[in-house]
């Protein structure tokens, strides 16, 4: 299906008649963002999902995003346009797992990120974005031990910004992010002197940009690191004219609607999620004449997560 007219009216034809709100992630296809009525980094999504009125959300994301959705609104019928949209990075820890790592620690306050399956955010204490991941570690008192999980780079940012000794990090990964690496951004930052970096802490190359900042190949000023909300707010604040950016190329997209004189080009325009890109026009649109594919949530496991990810949407607001 061409994402033409046509399908724009009947999918919003089709969302109003239902009440469905649409929801897409900032890694979404243009298509799908320019149709969704918000659009957002994963913390952003979460929070508009449990205040919104509408009976329906059909989350134009990654599954474990649509299932935050419906821990945080069980009423609500949370539908993602295709559930094989899963994600590398919650794939690497399980439930199982993470009993055995907490039985190792005993006492010890488990932070885990958003990517992760229902299963594990109900054995966490406080979940986290990207956005807010320090300012929920930093919330803990610092004498309880902290198991980060499952984001190895994302672990060692919050290490890094919190100068926590307790933190103890899981080894798991995005195959998208990790796949960003140094020697990659090294060249691209050398061969754009003037650039801004905009880095996401998931990112393999994180370490090696604030390495080039310390050696002073690149302005210290000039590398952030951002969430994908975050890097839409500082595209609106720097006086940059180019910004090279190390995240999922999904994020170019609203970064050009958002500082359209800025040239943002991406360190690695090889990383594209392709769960993500799993939502297709042709398939929000099946989704909305069918009513699938509808997210589901054993109630117990809900009912032991909903504190973890309610902690996680009041934290850095
Ligand atoms: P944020 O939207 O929290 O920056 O998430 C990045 C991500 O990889 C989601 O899949
Ligand atoms: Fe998961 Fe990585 Fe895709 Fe984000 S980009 S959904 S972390 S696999």
Known sequence: IAPDAAWRDEVLELARK?????????????????IAHHTGDSLALSRIAAASDASTIVFCGVHFMAETAKILA?????????ERAGCSLADSITGEQLRAWKAEHPGAVVVSYVNTTAEVKAETDICCTSSNAVD???SVPADREVLFLPDQFLGAHVKRETGRENLHIWAGECHVHAGINGPELAERAAANPDADLFIHPECG?????????GEGTVPAEKVKILSTGDMITAARATSAKSVLVATEIGMLHQLRRAAPEIDFRAVNDRASCRYMKMITPTALLRCLREGRDEVHVDLATAERARGAVR???????
């Open 205 to 213: 190359c994180a370490t090696s940009a604030l390495y080039l900042a």
């Open 136 to 138: 929920v570690v930093a």
């Open 18 to 34: 239902q009440d469905a709100v649409i929801l897409a992630h900032n890694y979404q296809l243009p298509e799908i963002q320019d």
């Open 311 to 317: 902690r996680m949407i009041e934290i850095g607001q």
């Open 74 to 82: 069980p009423h609500k019928t949370v539908l993602i346009p295709d």
